[in-house]
Each structure stands twice: as structure tokens, then as C-alpha cells.
């Protein structure tokens, strides 16, 4: 019973709908779910055979009962609206991006501006640092400079002095070595002498003893 119902209200349809034993291919194609293969299946079937009902259509191959409701109903209308509206939204998106892109435009303007007048205050403020800072390097050389001059001066006393002390030093040992060396020579001396006046002695002595014996 409730085939018979469906079947009678599509067979309704039929009357302000896609007729499908008439449609043509283009018109079929239009049908949301029916693309060129199954336009070509449904020419094909009809030349054997009626097409009513949903039952009818469902009985070619590759057509289910959605896309049969599809064919039977209003869906062309309302693919039509689809794409109606599909256009108007085109349009409308297309008018809101020239809007987006006039703003755009205008705000990018407004950044390129401000950026100017960033870039001069930049520059300006850069060319002020830069001569804060060439005047502090300045004058801290100027200071370095003169440290340096100090420095220089205190390390060359300094080595002046350390020369002096070091040859005083040097002096001193040489000094001291010659001293000894010369207390050295001293003793070797008299302790030669000591030997030559015990030898001379002993020559004596023996002089002596030769005397009475010729």
C-alpha cells in the first residue's frame, strides 16, 4: 500500500517535473546524481522500455532510489535556484573582496605613510645616537689615550728601575765574587810562598849537612 502511494505522488510529480522518457540528454544531465554515463544508460533503457515511476527507473543499472526521486521530483528547479543563488553568492563575494581590497589598499596607504614618517624618525633619532655615541668613543679614546700615556710612563720607570736594581744587584755579586777570588789568589799566593820557604829551608839544611863531609 504505501508503494502504491509513493508511486501515485511521483506519478503527480511527473506532471510539474522531469518527464524521463522525453528528457533530453542535457536535461537529464542537469538532474543532481545523473552525469553523462547514466544520462546515456537512461536513453539507452527507455527505447525498450516505459519510464513512469520511481520502480521503473531503479531497474537501470548505476540508478538507485535517490537519484530515481531526484529525476522524478523538482530537484532541476531547484538546481536552477542552486546555482542562482551559487551566482549571487559569487557576486556578493566578489563585491565584499573589491570591497576587502579597496581597504586594503586604503589601510596599506595608511601603513606605507606612517611607515614614512616612521623611517624619517628613525633615521633621525639613528643620526643622533650615532653622534651621542662618536662623541662618547671620543672622548672615552681621548681618556684611554692619556691612561695609556700614564700606563706607558709608570712601566717604563719601572723598568728603568728594575734595570738598575738589577745591575746593582749584578755588581754587587760581581763584587763580592772578585773578593773572594782575590782572597783566594791570596792564600794560594802564601801558601806557595809557605811551600817555597819550607823547600828553601830544606835545601839550606841539607847545604849544611854536605859542608862538613868534604
Request: glycine share 2%; aromatic share 0%; with cysteine.
Amino acid at each position: 500500500m504505501k508503494k502504491i502511494i509513493i508511486s501515485t505522488i511521483l506519478g503527480c510529480g511527473l506532471l510539474f517535473a522531469l518527464n524521463p522518457q522525453k528528457a533530453s540528454k542535457d536535461e537529464l544531465i542537469e538532474i543532481k546524481g545523473v552525469g553523462e554515463v547514466k544520462a546515456e544508460a537512461i536513453l539507452k533503457y527507455r527505447k525498450a522500455h516505459k519510464l513512469k515511476t520511481k520502480e521503473d527507473l531503479i531497474q537501470i543499472p548505476g540508478i538507485g532510489e535517490k537519484i530515481a526521486e531526484n529525476i522524478l521530483t523538482d530537484v532541476k528547479k531547484k538546481a536552477k535556484a542552486e546555482k542562482k543563488d551559487t551566482k549571487a553568492k559569487k557576486s556578493a563575494k566578489k563585491a565584499e573582496k573589491k570591497e576587502e581590497a579597496k581597504a586594503e589598499k586604503t589601510e596599506t596607504k595608511k601603513t606605507e605613510k606612517k611607515a614614512e614618517t616612521t623611517k624619517k624618525d628613525v633615521e633621525t633619532k639613528a643620526k643622533e645616537e650615532s653622534k651621542k655615541a662618536e662623541a662618547k668613543v671620543a672622548k672615552k679614546s681621548e681618556s684611554t689615550k692619556k691612561d695609556t700615556e700614564t700606563k706607558a710612563k709608570k712601566e717604563s720607570k719601572k723598568a728603568k728601575d728594575s734595570l738598575k736594581k738589577e745591575a746593582k744587584s749584578k755588581a754587587k755579586d760581581t763584587k763580592k765574587k772578585e773578593a773572594k777570588a782575590d782572597k783566594k789568589a791570596k792564600a794560594e799566593a802564601k801558601k806557595a810562598a809557605k811551600k817555597v820557604k819550607e823547600k828553601a829551608k830544606d835545601i839550606k839544611e841539607k847545604a849544611k849537612k854536605i859542608k862538613p863531609a868534604a
